[in-house]
């Protein structure tokens, strides 16, 4: 039977786009030619990793690859902002280890338990508003919302050894550890000279708090 056991996921992240500002002019009874009034497109939201010690291993993370969150709506009229988007949490066991996956480098560990931003939602578009100058009074556009930022990252669940096998050679730690789990340790008839060191074979289990 495969273990249920998962120590190491690779997953994609997108945090999400800004929204882009709006092109509005203000419309009023007995005003024939109000002025630019487009409001500001909200922020794409985060993508956030947070430590949950009720989790013991990344096996989530087989099923599920890509996380993505919220983009910022569009502004509006009447100097109305577009709403933030909604930020995505990501619940990882304490001890995972956030790596780029392409260069390899840490980017975080999360074995504090505070929260990480691993990537920040783009930033809203400005509004006609902000574009009325004396010489320019009816700016018809606005700035779109930019991208948030994407990372192709690896996680990693560090680990320690929770259970030992401490003995002389001969006394059957290695058969012991190959009978219990799927490690091939080499087995052979050692010779035992005077005053020989105690060896040890270490069984690995999951990550604890550090």
């Not at 005077?194 to 060896?199: G, L, R």
Request: net charge positive; glycine share 14%.
């Amino acid at each position: 039977m495969a273990s249920s056991f998962v120590d190491k996921a690779r997953i994609s992240i997108h945090a999400g786009k800004g929204g882009d500002g709006a092109v509005a002019f203000h419309r009023e009874k007995y005003i024939a030619a109000g002025g630019p009034d487009g409001g500001d497109g909200g922020r794409g939201g985060n993508i956030v990793f947070r430590v949950d010690d009720n989790m013991s291993t990344l096996m989530d993370f087989r099923y599920k690859r890509k996380y993505v969150a919220g983009n910022g709506a569009n502004g509006q009229g009447k100097r109305c902002y577009g709403k933030d988007g909604e930020s995505l949490i990501i619940k990882v066991p304490r001890g995972t280890v956030i790596r780029d996956t392409q260069t390899g480098a840490v980017m975080y560990d999360m074995s504090t338990g505070e929260d990480w931003i691993a990537a920040k939602g783009g930033r809203g578009g400005w509004g006609n508003m902000h574009f009325a100058t004396p010489t320019r009074q009816v700016p018809r556009f606005a700035k779109p919302g930019l991208p948030g930022e994407s990372h192709d990252i690896t996680l990693e669940l560090k680990l320690l050894a929770d259970v030992g096998l401490v003995g002389f050679p001969n006394v059957g730690k290695s058969t012991l550890l190959s009978v219990l789990s799927k490690a091939h340790p080499k087995i052979a008839n050692y010779h035992l000279p005077p005053c020989s060191p105690i060896w040890a074979w270490s069984m690995w289990t999951r990550a604890p708090p550090s």
